[in-house]
């Protein structure tokens, strides 16, 4: 079985309105919702922002509900020039920009007492990520870069960018791979561009988070097939 997570309400209506045979479990203040989605048994949940949720919401799928994938569909803001709004990124690997220990010796992103802090997606995810065929959008593989903040300037977001090497930034990823990696569990994170590289990103986002969510879908549908 597959889990699936999406972050907000648009994130999460264009699965669920797709999604048959549902049946409902609210745990935690989050509501789980198994069924079908194009022939695949999957739980969906709206997790809430931030990485605490995100965490919190990854944990539960996998103890509870024994998916043995998780995928987030959802999201992100650009990085980098050549991303455009509506565009797909697939996470290579995902990493917390805000996380900061670097007065103990550590690099920027690392968390202390862990080996890992560059989580990467499940290599047959990924490969059979690179198969999908698509002509409405352009497909990207790369860094995601997660911190609780919407960065929204022009000159952070090119930071940001320039000094992780990323593609794109969101508020869920890292912390849904850290508790996958801690778990032993396959992951893929999806995130489409619902604000480019622009002051104006706040203002984007209202216009096309809709936009990117479907395009997020579209992409998972063909991954589950």
Not at 60 to 65: N, V
Not at 113 to 119: H, N
Not at 195 to 218: C, H, I, P, R, W
Request: aromatic share 8%; net charge negative.
């Amino acid at each position: 079985m597959t889990g699936i997570i999406g972050a907000v309400p648009e994130e999460a209506q264009v699965i669920k309105k797709e999604m048959i045979n549902i049946s409902e479990e609210t745990i935690g203040g989050l509501t789980f919702f198994k069924g079908k989605f194009y022939d695949e048994d999957i739980v969906f949940v709206q997790s809430g922002v931030g990485k605490v949720n995100a965490a919190m919401t990854a944990t539960i799928l996998i103890t509870r509900y024994n998916v043995d994938k998780v995928i987030f569909s959802g999201v992100a803001g650009s990085l980098d020039r050549k991303v455009k709004v509506g565009d797909v990124v697939i996470g290579t690997e995902m990493i917390q920009h805000d996380a900061d220990a670097t007065e103990f010796g550590y690099e920027i992103g690392q968390i202390p007492q862990m080996d890992e802090w560059k989580f990467k997606s499940a290599p047959k995810l990924l490969e059979k990520s690179k198969n999908i065929k698509n002509d409405k959008f352009e497909l990207f593989f790369g860094r995601i870069l997660t911190g609780d903040q919407f960065i929204s300037k022009k000159d952070e977001k090119k930071r940001l960018g320039e000094k992780f090497e990323a593609l794109c930034v969101d508020m869920e990823s890292a912390a849904v791979a850290q508790v996958c990696y801690r778990l032993n569990t396959d992951f893929l994170i999806l995130r489409s561009i619902s604000d480019s590289l622009t002051d104006e990103s706040g203002m984007e986002y209202d216009v096309f988070v809709e936009l990117a969510a479907n395009n997020s879908k579209e992409i998972l549908k063909e991954i589950l097939k």
